[in-house]
């Protein structure tokens, strides 16, 4: 029933751009926080970016300035417009939606993963 499916993830050189995004179905996408994580082999999960209901951004020190979250309600649809890569930002990045209902758990549901590969 839910469904987050990413796409635009792909081959990239250094400091060329990507705009990942992600659509979103099964849930009520303007009630949901949404990120974006990334994780390359041996390294830890990292959320890479968050932007609440709200509007409300924060990305991690390693991506702030050359990263920017957005999302557009009329298409259920959350973006990563990622810059000035680098190869350090090759990962899979997972598409993440999640909310919490007051004094409840946190409930999150994940996309399948685009692979991004920052390369010469």
């Known amino acids: 029933q839910v469904q987050l499916v990413e796409s635009g993830g792909e081959l990239v050189q250094p400091g060329g751009s990507l705009r990942l995004s992600c659509a979103a179905s099964g849930i009520i996408f303007s009630s949901y926080a949404m990120a974006w994580y990334r994780q390359a082999p041996g390294k830890e999960r990292e959320a890479v970016a968050t932007i609440t209901s709200v509007g409300r951004t924060n990305y991690s020190d390693s991506v702030k300035g050359r990263f920017t979250i957005s999302r557009d309600n009329t298409k259920n649809t959350v973006y990563l417009q990622m810059n000035s890569l680098k190869p350090e930002d090759t990962a899979v990045y997972y598409c993440?939606?999640?909310?919490?209902?007051?004094?409840?758990?946190?409930?999150?549901?994940w996309g399948q993963g685009t692979q991004v590969t920052v390369s010469s």
């Open positions: 993440n939606a999640n909310f919490r209902v007051v004094l409840g758990p946190r409930v999150d549901y």
